[in-house]
């Protein structure tokens, strides 16, 4: 895409994250400076437009971002300005705050989510997971056929994972015999913050031929390790939605708080995925109905051997995705230090 398509493009966003309004060519040429005649901007739109990044509104000849067009812009921004974003300032009272030598790690979590809430003016949701586990001490895949394995795991507190993998490949015994070594010599009594770490590092070096196998692996893990961990949720800042006029639909209002009240499902949005540093889902790349005009952004953090979790904020599509980014990490960062 030509830089001229990127700056309307990306003025569309601006405009729209401001007003929550389409917005017309003219318009865009009074508002922003774009060196083009409002004709040429109007071209640019409709060939925006049958790219699938903006979309024109039903009750007027302006335009609105898509998600796929949020997407390109979240990508850009990802890509180019990081570096900037993630300058974020800590203020000292909020280094205070969540200064490990003078808080417990549960008074740690809900101050930092209540402090994302009001740095964002958004919802904001933390869930901490508290480990039972702490290592794996013992793992082994055994053979049962040429395409199917018996995932065997042991861990500390006695659970003990037994599962069938099946395979549309042939695994010979030597190439077993060496998956079994590498496994235990990298997963076996390391600490299980570091487990499914090793994993992913495994899948680009010793073991990259067997990806698909380690991704199967490290799902029967954490289906069963995070089954047997505690899990708070913490969600502040519900009222903010009334920030967004799209939430004076009173119905729209009553469906998100009540999917927030709703643990099972802010599990399944929050995920189960405790490495991803920054997770960012828009609109339809939501799998709750629900959320299907919202964005989910969410980062990691890792207080302690114990305590590890995700914090984040759940607004309308169309957030100030520099801002809000760049607080989440400023947070993050800071519960990781």
Do not use: C
């Amino acid at each position: 895409m030509n830089d001229r398509k990127l700056k309307i493009l990306f003025s569309i966003i601006d405009s729209y994250i401001i007003d929550g309004e389409p917005i017309g060519s003219k318009s865009l040429a009074d508002t922003y400076k774009l060196d083009v005649s409002p004709a040429t901007i109007r071209n640019e739109m409709s060939s925006l437009e049958k790219m699938g990044l903006i979309e024109k509104a039903h009750s007027s000849s302006g335009r609105l971002p898509s998600d796929k067009g949020y997407r390109m812009f979240v990508d850009y921004i990802l890509k180019n300005e990081m570096e900037d974003i993630s300058k974020a300032k800590k203020s000292e009272t909020i280094i205070n705050l969540l200064d490990k030598n003078y808080h417990n790690a549960e008074d740690i979590v809900e101050t930092a989510t209540k402090m994302l809430a009001e740095l964002t003016n958004l919802t904001a949701v933390s869930m901490t997971h508290k480990n039972e586990i702490k290592m794996i001490v013992n793992m082994e895949l055994i053979r049962l056929s040429d395409s199917q394995l018996l995932l065997l795991a042991v861990f500390d507190n006695g659970l003990i994972v037994k599962d069938s993998i099946y395979l549309d490949y042939e695994i010979t015994p030597d190439e077993l015999l060496f998956i079994n070594n590498v496994l235990k010599k990298t997963m076996v009594e390391t600490d299980i913050n570091e487990v499914y770490n090793n994993l992913n590092l495994l899948e680009i070096t010793l073991l990259n031929d067997y990806k698909s196998l380690l991704e199967i692996i490290e799902k029967r893990l954490q289906s069963q390790s995070f089954g047997k961990q505690n899990r708070e949720i913490q969600i502040e800042g519900l009222g903010n939605i009334f920030n967004f006029k799209e939430y004076d639909d009173l119905s729209k209002a009553r469906d998100f708080i009540k999917l927030l009240d709703s643990k099972e499902k802010v599990n399944s949005f929050l995920g189960n995925n405790l490495y991803d540093k920054l997770d960012i889902t828009i609109g339809y790349e939501n799998k709750l109905d629900e959320l299907k005009e919202n964005t989910v952004i969410t980062s990691s953090f890792k207080i302690n051997n114990d305590v590890i979790g995700h914090i984040g904020v759940i607004g309308l599509t169309r957030i100030n995705y520099i801002e809000v980014i760049s607080d989440i990490m400023m947070i993050s960062r800071l519960l990781n230090d």
